[in-house]
């Protein structure tokens, strides 16, 4: 089954500690992205990747780190996390002309 | 640059029908509807590349006007299970790095 995994789907931490959301797709697919969700502003980019070790910013990078050094995973980093990235976090990994989505990490930084 | 969705949120009885509507400023690759539940990530409905097609999902439909930049997505007969967020996203350059509205809030009631 084509799927996209996120881990862990609940997480509350506190300020400053280290954390990282996995994302892995089984779809081989190149383009993987990472979107966060907060009420009333929709779903925002944080991160793109177009293949292995080809990363760029999105529209709202700051706070946040990636890697992609095999084609299916595709973690997010948070080096120092803060209370105002508390948020919604979604992983997505794009075949042609359709972008699958992960179940969703609910985050909250205390 | 993030595409404006109107209206914000519609109520509509079973049976009825709805527009909703996404306009991007910038001219478009293609647009992207995605449709999310409470607490769900976003399940894609369709996309519709450049060149003003017609796209059917059961009796949800969408068109896009290349040249107004903008894409109306039409929900016919509504049904319960209609209900949720609308979100469109936009491409500008065929490179899947979509922008995303702030979505339609869409409720059917009996």
């Known amino acids: 089954e084509a799927q996209v995994t996120q881990n862990p789907r609940y997480l509350i931490t506190v300020t400053g500690k280290k954390l990282t959301v996995t994302c892995s797709q089984n779809?081989?697919?190149?383009?993987m992205s990472w979107y966060r969700q907060d009420p009333g502003l929709g779903l925002r980019q944080i991160y793109y990747?177009?293949?292995?070790?080809?990363?760029d910013k999105g529209d709202v990078p700051e706070g946040y780190k990636v890697s992609r050094k095999e084609k299916r995973n595709f973690p997010l980093i948070l080096e120092s996390p803060s209370p105002n990235q508390t948020s919604l976090y979604f992983c997505?990994?794009?075949?042609?002309?359709?972008?699958?989505f992960g179940p969703g990490t609910r985050l909250t930084v205390l | 640059q993030q595409p404006v969705q109107s209206p914000q949120a519609v109520i509509l009885r079973e049976g009825e029908d709805a527009v909703i509507n996404c306009s991007s400023s910038?001219?478009?690759?293609?647009v992207h509807w995605y449709r999310q539940k409470h607490g769900e990530a976003p399940v894609f409905l369709m996309i519709?590349?450049?060149?003003?097609e017609q796209k059917g999902h059961e009796k949800i439909s969408a068109s896009f006007n290349e040249k107004k930049q903008q894409s109306s997505l039409y929900l016919t007969a509504s049904q319960l299970s209609y209900s949720g967020t609308y979100f469109c996203?936009?491409?500008?350059?065929?490179?899947?790095?979509?922008?995303f509205g702030k979505g339609n809030q869409v409720v059917v009631i009996p």
């Open positions: 997505a990994s794009s075949g042609v002309n359709e972008q699958f």
């Open positions: 779809m081989n697919h190149e383009y």
């Open positions: 990747s177009m293949n292995v070790e080809v990363t």
């Open positions: 910038k001219a478009l690759y293609s």
């Open positions: 519709l590349l450049k060149g003003g």
């Open positions: 996203g936009t491409e500008i350059r065929g490179n899947n790095r979509l922008a």
